[in-house]
Each structure stands twice: as C-alpha cells, then as structure tokens.
C-alpha cells in the first residue's frame, strides 16, 4: 500500500478501534438513548489517540531503530515532518469536533492532545509517570463517553478504574519488552530503574487490585451474567495467568507472550463491559 500504508500504521488503528470501544462502552452504561452525539463521541477520541501515535513514533525514531526498526519512519516509509503533520492535523480535527459536544468535552480534549505531546517528547523518558499518562487516557475514553451522554455513573468510574490499572501492567511489561533500547538511549523505564524482577512483582500486585476492582460492580449488583461471564470467569484468569509468568521470574524472556495475554484479557473485560447493559439476566 505504501505511503498510504506507512500512515495507517503509524497511526495503529487497532488501538484507535478500541478507543471507540471504550467511549462506546461509557456510553451505553450510562444512557439509553443512542443519537448524533454517541456518532460524534466516538470519532474523538481515535482522533486524538492517532495523533498521539505519530508524535510518539517521531520522537522515538532513533529508538525504534534498535527496538522495532520495521516501524514507518526508521524503516524510511514516512518522514519525521509526515509524522508530525499527521499529530497537528488530527489533534486539531479532534479538538474541533469536541466544540460540539460541550465545554469539559473540549476541555478533556484539548488537555490529552497537548499531554501526548508531553508524553512523547518528555514523559515517556521518565518511566511511571509516563505510563500513569497513558493509562489515564485509557480509562478516560470510558469517562468521555459517559459525560457525552451526559451522565456519569458510578458504574463506569469503577470500569474506568479497571482499564487504569489493566493499562498500567501492561506498560509495565512492555518496558521490560523494550528494555534494550530504552537503557541504551537512557530511558528511565519502571524496568530499568528496578529491574525486571520487580517489576514482575508489581505487576503481579497490581493484578490483584484489578481482580478487585473488576469483582466490585458484581459485589454491588451493578452488572448482570455477560459481565460476570467475560470480565470476570473468563477474563480475569487470563490476566493471573500472564501475572503468574511475572511473579515466577520469567518476565524478560516471556515480555511478548505476557503482554498477548493482558491484551487478550483487556479486550474480553471491555468487551463484558460494553455488552453488560443488553443483560439476559
């Protein structure tokens, strides 16, 4: 496909698919009402995540020459200028749309647009921080969807609560995946500032607080059997089970396998949520 190619990849729209998961899953759990404003919340926040893409890969360009050398601007597909076009364009085409939505909507916007920034050029080097950022993001497009539709629940801050933490361990693990160029260009990673082995051990307890979170909306009767079903039988195990490889000292050579089975685990737990209010039970 070429340059054409080269722009949807550097944008991943995989992550962008699961943005609009997340800000449809905000949605439902907090209305039943599906109009233009659903349509409109759910083409923001992709938007904004793709844009964020591209300027992490144009300042990750040297790194990424050690690390994934195949991504589109060490592999010579797309410039850097193309890249950062691409973050201005999106950012800006986001930001706009978010008018019509609402003040905090355009607020929200707004704010992550220039925090990827941050994150890319500067929050990325520092480790949690920057992992903290992302996962924030993560869990916001849950939030967002639910101020579009206008009412925030108590539901969604609990499943919000859970993509945070989810996220987390996963940028954890992909430290410890990235480790070689992240200490070669002095990025201060969760991995290289206290090893992998205890970052296995914070992954692992950080699982623990997912679990928790993810049992909570059962505990209080906030979701009926999908949810039970997916979040929690079928997914919950596969995230103690990529914990378990952290806990047993296997993180660095198992980084890749671990970090498939959180993503694994994260799909199935959002998917839970977001089918949750078209209950049978």
Request: aromatic residues 10%; charged residues 15%.
């Given at each position: 496909?070429?340059?054409?190619?080269?722009?949807?990849?550097?944008?991943?729209?995989?992550?962008?698919?699961?943005?609009?998961?997340?800000?449809?899953?905000?949605?439902?759990?907090?209305?039943?009402v599906?109009?233009?404003?659903?349509?409109?919340?759910?083409?923001?926040?992709?938007?904004?995540?793709?844009?964020?893409?591209?300027?992490?890969?144009?300042?990750?360009?040297?790194?990424?020459?050690?690390?994934?050398?195949?991504?589109?601007?060490?592999?010579?597909?797309?410039?850097?200028?193309?890249?950062?076009?691409?973050?201005?364009?999106?950012?800006?085409?986001?930001?706009?749309?978010?008018?019509?939505?609402?003040?905090i909507?355009?607020?929200?916007?707004?704010?992550f647009?220039?925090?990827?920034?941050?994150?890319?050029?500067?929050?990325?080097?520092?480790?949690v921080?920057?992992?903290?950022?992302?996962?924030?993001?993560?869990?916001?497009?849950l939030?967002?969807?639910?101020?579009?539709?206008?009412?925030?629940?108590?539901?969604?801050?609990?499943?919000?609560?859970?993509?945070?933490?989810?996220?987390?361990?996963?940028?954890?693990?992909?430290?410890?995946?990235?480790?070689?160029?992240?200490?070669?260009?002095?990025?201060?990673?969760i991995?290289?500032?206290?090893?992998?082995?205890?970052?296995?051990?914070?992954?692992?307890?950080?699982?623990?607080?997912?679990?928790?979170?993810?049992?909570?909306?059962?505990?209080?009767?906030?979701?009926?059997?999908?949810?039970?079903?997916?979040?929690?039988?079928?997914?919950?195990?596969?995230?103690?089970?990529?914990?378990?490889?952290?806990?047993k000292?296997?993180?660095?050579?198992?980084?890749?396998?671990?970090?498939?089975?959180?993503?694994?685990?994260?799909?199935?737990?959002?998917?839970?949520?977001?089918?949750?209010?078209?209950?049978?039970?």
């Amino acid at each position: 496909m070429g340059k054409l190619g080269a722009y949807v990849e550097i944008s991943r729209p995989k992550n962008a698919l699961m943005s609009i998961l997340g800000t449809l899953t905000g949605w439902v759990n907090s209305t039943s009402v599906y109009d233009g404003r659903l349509i409109l919340a759910c083409l923001i926040p992709p938007l904004v995540l793709m844009a964020g893409n591209a300027i992490n890969d144009y300042y990750d360009a040297e790194i990424d020459a050690i690390n994934k050398p195949y991504r589109p601007i060490p592999s010579g597909r797309i410039s850097k200028r193309e890249a950062l076009n691409i973050y201005i364009a999106l950012s800006l085409f986001g930001i706009a749309l978010s008018i019509f939505l609402g003040f905090i909507e355009f607020l929200i916007v707004t704010a992550f647009s220039l925090s990827w920034y941050a994150y890319a050029r500067w929050l990325k080097r520092t480790g949690v921080p920057g992992n903290a950022l992302v996962s924030l993001g993560v869990a916001f497009t849950l939030i967002f969807g639910s101020l579009a539709a206008g009412n925030l629940t108590n539901k969604v801050i609990i499943f919000s609560s859970v993509a945070f933490t989810s996220n987390l361990i996963r940028e954890f693990v992909k430290a410890v995946e990235d480790l070689p160029g992240d200490r070669a260009h002095g990025v201060r990673t969760i991995a290289v500032r206290i090893g992998v082995k205890r970052t296995g051990i914070l992954v692992f307890l950080l699982s623990l607080a997912t679990v928790v979170l993810t049992i909570l909306p059962v505990i209080f009767r906030l979701t009926g059997i999908i949810y039970l079903s997916l979040s929690v039988i079928i997914s919950l195990p596969i995230l103690m089970l990529a914990s378990a490889i952290c806990l047993k000292g296997k993180l660095e050579e198992r980084a890749r396998e671990t970090s498939s089975l959180i993503k694994v685990s994260m799909f199935l737990g959002l998917l839970g949520m977001l089918l949750d209010p078209f209950r049978v039970v």
